[in-house]
């Protein structure tokens, strides 16, 4: 079916330290995946995209790895400040051109001191 | 602020009214969609729009829910005769009409049914 999930609910880091999101996705036919950052009260907020014909892109601290083989998606966070804390969701679309986009359940990541 | 605009922030309604909220994309995107979120989980796509055609609707769509972006700018999201299940965050989000383009959301409203 249509889902994309994530392997953690929750995960801790120490700041200053690197963390790793990872995400699994179901529909092998999706062509484009962004991850969201989510602090509590406001709406998603957009991270990096890659599309299918990509296996990694880099942006400011953060890295997307794709794994087609396996289907499988990791965020990347290099030495995490206290601002990174929120919930994380990646999204896949579903369809040509950014249509409907599929969420995960998102992963909770938080920075301690 | 040029990013995407909802309104308004907070709805509390008794059940079974109607209520109705607005979206203000960014000016020059083409697309708009609605989402909804409910408590722990991510956001579920309800609908999208091509400038003013509404293009996909989602089953989560029922009968009660209506959405309109009549000049292809705004767009507002109508719930008829509101019900328990219906409490929820919902979500406008643009992007730009070419491509694979992020979509860009708003901070929602949030819906309580009492």
């Known amino acids: 079916g249509e889902s994309v999930g994530l392997h953690l609910p929750t995960l801790s880091v120490q700041e200053g330290d690197n963390s790793i999101i990872n995400c699994a996705y179901s529909n092998s036919a999706s062509d484009y995946f962004i991850w969201y950052k989510q602090e509590s009260g406001k709406g998603p907020q957009f991270i990096i995209d890659i599309r299918s014909n990509m296996d990694k892109r880099q942006g400011q601290r953060v890295t997307v790895l794709l794994n087609k083989t396996v289907k499988h998606l990791s965020l990347q966070i290099a030495a995490t400040q206290p601002g990174d804390s929120a919930v994380y969701f990646c999204?896949?679309?579903?369809?040509?051109?950014?249509?409907?986009?599929?969420f995960g359940q998102g992963t909770r990541l938080t920075i301690n001191p | 602020d040029t990013g995407v605009s909802q309104d308004p922030r907070h709805k509390i309604t008794k059940r079974g009214q109607n209520v109705t909220f607005r979206c203000d994309p960014i000016?020059?995107?083409?697309?708009l969609y609605w989402y909804r979120q409910t408590l722990g989980q991510g956001p579920e796509f309800l609908t999208y729009?091509?400038?003013?055609?509404?293009?996909?609707k989602s089953r989560l769509l029922s009968d009660r829910f209506s959405a309109e972006r009549p000049k292809g700018s705004f767009s507002t999201l109508e719930i008829q005769r509101t019900e328990q299940g219906d409490s929820a965050m919902y979500l406008c989000a643009s992007s730009p009409g070419d491509g694979n383009q992020p979509q860009h959301f708003g901070d929602g409203t949030r819906l309580s049914i009492l």
């Open positions: 000016s020059e995107h083409n697309r």
């Open positions: 729009f091509q400038n003013e055609a509404q293009l996909e």
């Open positions: 999204a896949e679309n579903i369809g040509q051109g950014a249509q409907k986009l599929v």
